[in-house]
């Protein structure tokens, strides 16, 4: 079984910066996608960024130039650098893995961490 634990979430003025990290724990196969996502009230879940075990990265265009993805790939873990935060990146935040093994899928979920930005 996976597991994946995120923190670091919190309360930050606008303008202000978080730093999310996610350990992953379990029997993961080293080829991954490590995804944050994350989810308004009243609003779909939304992608915000993604890194492959080779480093590849991509972002949301709301987040772009204020948001880093990187991965500590001997230690399972993801983080999420949120820099210049704005109200509207208020939201449950959720630290995802997949990976495909022998044909199949396998997709796990971290229990989301609240990020709220003051205006």
């Known amino acids: 079984q996976v597991q994946l634990v995120e923190s670091g979430g919190g309360l930050v003025q606008a303008g202000g910066s978080l730093r999310l990290s996610c350990a992953a724990s379990?029997?993961?196969?080293?080829?991954?996608?490590m995804n944050w996502y994350r989810q308004a009230p009243g609003k779909q879940r939304e992608l915000v960024a993604a890194i492959t075990s080779g480093g590849s990265t991509n972002y949301a265009d709301s987040v772009k130039g204020r948001f880093t993805i990187s991965r500590d790939n001997a230690k399972n873990t993801v983080y999420l650098q949120m820099n210049s935060l704005k109200p509207e990146d208020t939201a449950v935040y959720c630290c995802n893995l997949v990976f495909v093994r022998v044909g199949a899928l396998y997709d796990y979920w971290g229990q989301g961490t609240q990020v709220t930005v003051s205006s």
């Open positions: 379990g029997m993961i196969f080293n080829i991954n996608t």
